[in-house]
């Protein structure tokens, strides 16, 4: 079975340019969380999808950031424009349900020059 | 102060060694989840536990529900146990996870 797919990998960007990063989740998982950790700080919620609603998206920190689930499969959440406070490790989750487990996948790596 | 709180913060062992490590949390929970990523590398999650205790391989956790305190032990500890564990609770209507800050674990040959 494959696991959560994220890329970029890695991506270095200016500020003000936009970025997309995508996530691909377990096949047949309904819910799909992104979360990011900044420097030096606990990985924070961002927001959550189950199949293509958002059932919360209380921890996108504004505006510049769009997240799709369109179709219910994969994910990307875009930043326009990126900021330098942007910077940081952008991971997805998904699960088969909350009694279920979560299975992360390898993260993007964000810097904002 | 952060909701899920774990310590130590850093931890250096020998190999061989018996490790704990020990997370606190101040919410209430469903479910709480040991974490764990290797430098450079994805997370991976290790356990799941709402009471109890489970057991896999050399890697042990418990949980004390009335306590809010879980415990993550490593027996025998490896070189390649080196990475970075991360408590993560449950607690959220929706199933968002809370996370700790981690402990950075370095075990030395």
């Known amino acids: 079975e494959a696991g959560v797919t994220q890329f970029p990998s890695h991506s270095v960007i200016e500020k003000g340019q936009t970025v997309t990063l995508r996530c691909d989740p377990i096949?047949?998982?309904?819910?799909l969380y992104w979360y990011r950790r900044v420097m030096g700080k606990e990985i924070k919620f961002l927001l959550h999808?189950?199949?293509?609603?958002?059932?919360?998206e209380s921890g996108m920190p504004n505006n510049r950031f769009l997240a799709e689930r369109t179709g219910g499969t994969y994910s990307t959440l875009k930043v326009q424009p990126a900021e330098l406070e942007d910077s940081g490790v952008y991971f997805c989750?998904?699960?088969?349900?909350?009694?279920?487990?979560?299975?992360f996948g390898s993260g993007t790596r964000l810097t904002v020059v | 102060k952060n909701e899920v709180e774990q310590s130590p913060q850093n931890l250096t062992a020998q190999e061989g060694e018996f490790i704990t490590i020990n997370c606190s949390y101040s919410?209430?929970?469903?479910?709480l989840h040991w974490l764990q990523q290797h430098p450079g590398g994805g997370i991976v999650s290790l356990f799941m536990?709402?009471?109890g205790k489970k057991k896999h391989g050399r890697l042990i956790a418990t949980i004390n529900i009335q306590e809010k305190h879980s415990s993550l032990h490593i027996t025998a500890s490896h070189p390649r146990d080196s990475a970075v564990y991360i408590c993560?609770?449950?607690?959220?209507?929706?199933?968002?996870?809370?996370f700790g800050k981690g402990t950075k674990l370095s075990v030395k040959p």
């Open positions: 999808f189950v199949k293509e609603s958002k059932q919360d």
């Open positions: 919410v209430g929970i469903s479910a």
């Open positions: 096949s047949g998982h309904d819910n």
């Open positions: 536990l709402s009471s």
């Open positions: 989750a998904s699960s088969a349900g909350t009694d279920y487990g979560y299975t």
């Open positions: 993560a609770v449950l607690g959220g209507s929706q199933g968002n996870l809370i």
